[in-house]
């Protein structure tokens, strides 16, 4: 069983509904217990970081989802999934991540100064959150998209994107006024910034992807 750790935020039911079209067992939970015994863990998330964090703390979630992902239990974050996995971000001002992979979340910042980490493109008509369809150019291949070709379009919603201190876990990489990390892939971790569940056939093939790697774990 995979559990979807539902903590107020983020596309739940999308997620959910993915999962049972790939013929997945899945479970929305809040419950610790649950999220211990469950096979897989995904963390889907829309919003703010500050508020997730908060949100998992509270809600006595943090702690054991740490403690599964160092176990060696599969793990998928989306979006804000995959951001909490660093150690900090700028939104809003300074606030710690899981640190599970090092590095920062910060803003994209158009017609100002880029950030260690990014390259800076042309920002010509490009508006804050970058939302709509766009490419994962892949530097590496997760088991996930063995039926994935490179540069297929995802959907994107996000105002913030990752900048790891580890280049071995970046997976793929998306041009949007500056080349950012739009998936990273670490042992049983993989978490992308885009939105498989609303990707369509691309999106559901990653999910699936996901269910036959916790079957096999």
């Known amino acids: 069983m995979i559990a979807i750790v539902d903590y107020g935020m983020g596309n739940i039911r999308s997620v959910e509904k993915g999962f049972l ?20 863990i995904v963390l889907p998330g829309v919003g703010a970081f500050k508020d997730c964090m908060r949100n998992l703390d509270s809600m006595n ?38 640190d599970i992979l090092k590095g920062r979340v910060v803003r994209f910042r158009f017609g100002h100064e880029v950030p260690d980490g990014g390259e800076a493109g042309s920002c010509q ?8 369809w766009n490419t994962a150019r892949l ?23 990752v ?22 892939w670490k042992d049983n971790v993989i978490a992308t910034q885009f939105h498989p569940e609303k990707s369509q056939g691309a999106g559901l093939k990653i999910l699936k992807g996901f ?3 916790v079957c096999g774990s």
């Open 139 to 161: 530097s590496r291949r997760p088991p996930l998209f063995r039926e994935i070709p490179d540069d297929t379009y995802f959907y994107f919603v996000h105002s913030y994107y």
């Open 21 to 40: 079209k790939m013929g997945a067992e899945v479970r929305v939970t809040a419950d610790p217990k649950v999220i211990s015994d469950a096979a897989g």
């Open 125 to 132: 008509g490009l508006k804050i959150p970058h939302m709509g």
């Open 61 to 98: 979630l943090l702690g054991v989802i740490v403690k599964e992902i160092e176990k060696g239990k599969p793990y998928l974050g989306i979006c804000l999934g995959l951001q909490i996995l660093f150690s900090d971000s700028e939104e809003f001002g300074f606030c710690r991540g899981m």
């Open 211 to 213: 269910n036959e790697m």
């Open 163 to 184: 900048v790891p201190e580890e280049e071995g876990v970046i997976a793929s990489r998306t041009e949007y006024g500056v080349d950012f990390v739009s998936m990273v």
